[in-house]
């Protein structure tokens, strides 16, 4: 039985570091992906643009819209990736309140007469 437990805790461990990877190439891709777009937005623009559509500000928006909406949607996607695989990300939860609360006694000890 014991065995059977170790091996269990070994498979959630394991699949744990798996959605851990999972997340971090998801982060590499949205950074990649993310510089050669904002770098590429003008060669975009010249690539794209037509004899009629030179000088349409409706198109230009749309090239703007496409460029800053796939990093601000994806960036959605990614937050809740980040939740879903780290848990529930609070900078105020009950680690930071211990320390504090640590902190606060440490310091009342060394301030002592």
Known sequence: MKNNEQLSKYERAQKKVAQIRG????????????????????KFTFILLSKKAIG???????????????????GIALGVHAIKVFGNISFFGKKWEERKMQQFMDEEIENRP
């Not at 997340?23 to 003008?42: E, G, K, Q, S």
């Not at 349409?56 to 994806?74: K, M, Q, R, S, Y």
């Open 23 to 42: 997340f971090y190439n998801h982060l590499a891709a949205y950074i990649i992906v993310n510089i050669v777009l904002l770098l590429a937005r003008d």
């Open 56 to 74: 349409n500000p409706e198109f230009l928006e749309w090239i703007d819209w496409n460029v800053f909406g796939t990093a601000i949607v994806w």
